[in-house]
């Protein structure tokens, strides 16, 4: 599988490991080592998600070269602002135990329902972020969950583009015009939950397509995500499943069920929009 390509020519495995909900301790540690040692070079985690720690033992138990991987991780909405930011920063470095980013991300923007100086906090955790990507100490660097006014609005006083937007993307929730922005101004589009945190798998039209490909639900999803030019992030905890994400080239979607796909119901939403969450 080759990768993305992002605007900095800094390359990203085309399908990341997921562990959002995978709880710390064994089970975060076990799940990265099998991703690791079963194909996957490109790992994603979060500060909120408390298991940074678990995914660095599991970095480090695999016994694939720090090199090799592609590890995301994002700044929490508690440490907002350039100097937050930089220690945030620092505290994740140390529970990894690694002393590079490949890919840093705010996680979700400052709104305007929470906050009336929200450009203003965005503004100042993204010159942070430049300030990490300029001194070598992270690859790339990007936002999650920025909606068109979010981005423009950082672009005000951005120096650096973000890269990549992570987003919640999947069939029955598309964001087409957040997506269609992204790549009018190169910003790779991250599908978080690209299977719709599992509600999706029981869809009886994606269940009828997926079995013309003798493919899984899941499978289907991901195909989905990576032929419209977008990075799925799958997670599971079953080693099968783990396996089965990362398997999807034996099978080419048509243009026609591509189409069938897009204009699905709304379906599988998280209900997360980022003008209105209070957290």
């Known amino acids: 599988m080759e990768d993305f390509m992002l605007s900095n020519g800094v390359s990203i495995p085309k399908i990341g490991f997921g562990t959002w909900q995978i709880p ?7 799940a990265v080592v099998y991703a690791l040692q079963n194909g996957y070079r490109h790992i994603d985690t979060a500060k909120i998600y408390e298991n940074e720690k678990s995914v660095g033992e599991g970095i480090l138990a695999s016994g694939v070269s720090r090199e090799e991987i592609f590890l995301t991780t994002k700044v929490w909405n508690s440490d907002r602002g350039y100097h937050e930011t930089m220690a945030a920063f ?6 990894l135990q690694t002393d590079f980013i490949d890919l840093y991300l705010i996680h979700w923007p400052a709104n305007a329902a929470q906050y009336d100086n929200w450009k203003t906090l965005n503004a100042e955790t993204w010159r942070a972020m430049e300030d990490l990507y300029t001194s070598g100490r992270v690859r790339a660097i990007g936002v ?6 979010h981005l423009e609005a950082l672009k005000e006083t ?4 973000p890269m990549v937007n992570q987003i919640e993307y999947h ?25 719709g945190s599992g509600k999706i798998l029981n869809n009886e039209l994606l269940k009828e397509i997926a079995g013309r ?11 989905f995500c990576l032929q419209t030019g977008t990075l799925p992030l799958p997670k599971s905890v079953t080693p099968a499943n783990i396996s089965s994400n990362l398997d999807t080239d034996h099978f080419h979607i048509s243009d026609e069920d591509m189409q069938r796909i897009a204009q699905m119901g709304e379906a599988g939403f998280s209900g997360l929009n980022p003008d209105t969450v209070d957290f």
């Open 24 to 30: 710390e301790g064994a089970e975060a540690k076990n």
């Open 90 to 95: 620092d505290k994740s470095l140390e529970r």
């Open 144 to 149: 999650c969950n920025f909606l068109i006014h």
């Open 158 to 161: 951005a120096k650096i583009n």
């Open 171 to 195: 069939p029955g929730h598309l964001q087409s015009e957040v997506v269609d922005y992204c790549k009018d101004n190169a910003i790779l589009v991250e599908a978080w939950s690209p299977i």
């Open 213 to 223: 490909y003798n493919a899984s639900v899941a499978q289907l999803c991901i195909k």
